[in-house]
């Protein structure tokens, strides 16, 4: 990816310049296998897009990438949950497209207190070093800081909030789903379902679907090897038996496709599901309150 399709706010820290910086330079780093041919670019034209820094509960700094029109106010508001690679050049262009469709996009970095997912080019490594040491409860704080940013930046209307992820990503829309009233609607792009609990994770999507605030799109791959058809059947049940948000909740599951099928850089990636999945989304949070 070209990094200067990335533009930066002019009072960037050379932390965060650094941070920024990792979305084109280190992207062939942070999500091998990369076919960086086929990696769609969204340009910063019409936009005010690039690195900020969040202030989370506990006094920290996070670095963000947040994109949304560069004229304006009152954007719905969506945060974008990374992948289990982190803030990478891929979800920085999640955030530039849901800008050019009017929103106020933020994707924070999730994993700043446990490390650099992007310096990590082995995945069993990744995951044992960084994504196992991150607790649910840290995630949700810091999402909710990010929407308490947003708030105050003074362009984005929190009062229309949604949450989309990928991968792990996907997992925790379900389960911010369940953590914040103010949610107004989902959209979950092959997040885990059902799983063993931890100490850091002891509960999982199916666990919440009883007490969602607000209703999910899920999208699922039918030929995903880490994600069963059992578990999203097991979903399927817990949500129709669940609150009035759960059982408007929804699941489509594409046939013969792999997960990670809107990881545009990826092998996995297949350009008629990407894009339906994607108009689905859209679709979704206007119908939801989010738009």
Known sequence: MDGDNISFDDSVSRRKALFGAAFGTTFALAAQPIQAQTMITTAVDGLTAGTVSVKTSDGKDMMAYRAMPASGAGFGTILVVQEIFGV????????????????????????????????????????????????????????????????????????????????????????????????????????????????????????????????????????????????????????????PAAQKSQIKVYPDTPHGFNADYRPSYRKEQAEDGWKLALAWFKANGVG
Not at 115 to 130: H, Q, R, S
Not at 147 to 160: L, N, P, Q
């Open 88 to 243: 990478h050049a891929h979800i920085a262009d999640i955030c530039r497209r849901f800008a050019k469709a009017g929103y106020y996009a933020i994707a924070p970095d999730l994993y700043f207190r446990q490390g650099d997912a992007t310096k990590i080019t082995d995945i069993p490594t990744l995951i044992k070093d960084i994504v196992s040491k991150v607790p649910d409860a840290q995630v949700m704080g810091d999402l909710d800081s990010t929407v308490a940013f947003a708030k105050g930046e003074g362009k984005a209307d929190t009062a229309k909030l949604g949450i989309t992820g990928f991968c792990w990503g996907g997992r925790i829309v379900w389960m911010y789903a369940g953590h914040n009233p103010a949610v107004k609607a989902g959209v979950a792009w092959y997040g885990p379902l059902v799983r063993d609990a931890t100490p850091l994770a002891p509960t999982n999507p199916v666990d919440v679907a009883k007490s969602l605030h607000a209703p999910v799109l899920g999208l699922y791959g039918g030929a995903d090897t880490g994600i069963s058809l059992d578990s999203v059947e097991k979903m399927n049940a817990a949500l129709k038996a669940g609150s």
